[in-house]
């Protein structure tokens, strides 16, 4: 199982990014999805999380800003942020915890990470 987090970059303050992360793999379903982020020298923190249903759930520094949102059949998450600031600079990462073929085992995984830089 692999996911591909993609769309990172620099922007200036009050541009907006999408960034997308897909998942491949002996994959025989998918739970929930989620973006961290690590900023510099900080704590990896929570940005966003969407359910197989559709659910979504985003921290409160990004509510009004972020948007979460998934193409199940292509197994693909995607986090567009608009409105950025320089506080938003981080490693963002994608998360899925899902179930694997053959023996239906849950797992959590995570893909490498996308930087995304903004200037002021």
């Known amino acids: 199982v692999q996911l591909q987090a993609s769309g990172g970059g620099l922007v200036q303050t009050g541009g907006s990014l999408r960034l997308s992360c897909a998942a491949s793999?002996?994959?025989?379903?998918?739970?929930?999805m989620r973006w961290y982020r690590q900023p510099p020298g900080k704590q990896r923190e929570l940005v966003a999380r969407?359910?197989?249903?559709?659910?979504?759930n985003y921290a409160e520094f990004v509510k009004g800003r972020f948007t979460i949102s998934q193409d199940n059949a292509k197994r693909t998450v995607f986090l567009q942020m608009n409105s950025l600031t320089p506080d938003d600079t981080a490693v963002y990462y994608c998360?899925?915890?899902?179930?694997?073929?053959?023996?239906?085992?849950?797992?959590?995984?995570w893909g490498q990470g996308t930087q995304v830089t903004v200037s002021s």
């Open positions: 793999g002996s994959i025989y379903s998918i739970d929930d």
């Open positions: 969407i359910s197989r249903t559709g659910s979504t």
């Open positions: 998360y899925a915890q899902l179930q694997v073929q053959v023996t239906f085992r849950s797992g959590n995984y």
